[in-house]
């Protein structure tokens, strides 16, 4: 599947250079809501290529792989993709679940927030439910599991919104990358763990790369004093594509409780420009 050095260098140009143009103050969430998720569905099976899904599917800024590759006890914050205990995903199931994640949450990964007796907030998925306590995994640490004596817990609140955030997809350059996407889940959710292996990527399109060493000793102060007007539209134009969906507003809340609002709420190290 992987052969050459060349091949791999197309992957690379592909995750470069696929972004496409949208209509103007649109994202590319809002423009694939617009279309029918059965059109979408029948596009990836024809346009969608496996091996660029499988690139993006392993990309970590996307967080994937890291939810849902492998067994269940394996990725135990989202749901298996390669073998189920029910019915299979349908093709246009799959397009909606990466589009509205909260749409349909899967029984046994529904999210709950749990308030101690000591005024914390807790925020994971059920692992066992005991008389005398209650265990979570928790998204923020890679599913973590976390104790909870029940006499420590105030109340425990269901949750409606799933740990998948919405608005996912604006991580991705164009509609053709979500066509590969959806085009690569198919492909594993049929052909199982033996297809997945078939297309896992080299690591080279995925790992994280050493800080290059002109990258260490970067001027802080004189990129904040050339900050103006322009980069804070910059700035804006990016939150409103990609940082609301978590991190909210002062008047949208965050789709995933476990991130900080940015608007009211307190970095751990201070909101200065340099210590952020």
């Not at 890679?142 to 105030?154: F, N, P, Q, T, Y």
């Not at 804070?232 to 995933?256: A, K, M, V």
Request: charged share 25%; hydrophobic share 35%; net charge negative.
């Amino acid at each position: 599947m992987w052969r050459t050095k060349a091949h791999l260098g197309c992957l690379l140009a592909w995750l470069v250079c696929t972004a496409t143009a949208l209509p103007q103050g649109r994202t590319l969430e809002q423009s694939l809501l617009a279309e029918d998720p059965s059109a979408l569905a029948a596009d990836a099976i024809s346009q969608g290529d496996p091996p660029r899904g499988a690139v993006l599917f392993y990309q970590p800024y996307l967080a994937c792989r890291k939810c849902h590759l492998g067994q269940p006890d394996a990725a135990p914050l989202g749901p298996s993709l390669l073998q189920y205990k029910d019915e299979p995903p349908r093709d246009v199931q799959l397009v909606e679940s990466v589009l509205q994640p909260s749409k349909v949450i899967k029984k046994g990964f529904e999210p709950v927030s749990v308030i101690t007796t000591d005024g914390q907030t807790l925020l994971g998925l059920v692992a066992q439910d005991t008389a005398e306590e209650l265990v979570l995994r928790d998204p923020a640490r890679d599913g973590k599991e976390v104790r909870l004596k029940k006499d420590a817990i105030e109340e425990v609140v269901p949750g409606k919104l799933s740990i998948m955030p919405s608005g996912q997809v604006n991580l991705l350059a164009s509609r053709q990358q979500f066509l590969d996407l959806i085009r690569y889940l198919i492909e594993i959710r049929d052909g199982g763990p033996r297809r997945e292996r078939e297309l896992q990527p080299p690591a080279a399109l995925f790992m994280a790369r050493p800080l290059p060493e002109y990258e260490q000793h970067i001027d802080h102060a004189g990129m904040i004093a050339d900050l103006d007007q322009q980069a804070f539209s910059r700035g804006e134009s990016i939150y409103q594509r990609l940082c609301i969906n978590c991190h909210g507003t002062h008047d949208r809340p965050g789709s995933l409780p476990a991130s900080l609002l940015f608007a009211p709420g307190k970095f751990k190290t201070s909101s200065d420009p340099y210590t952020m």
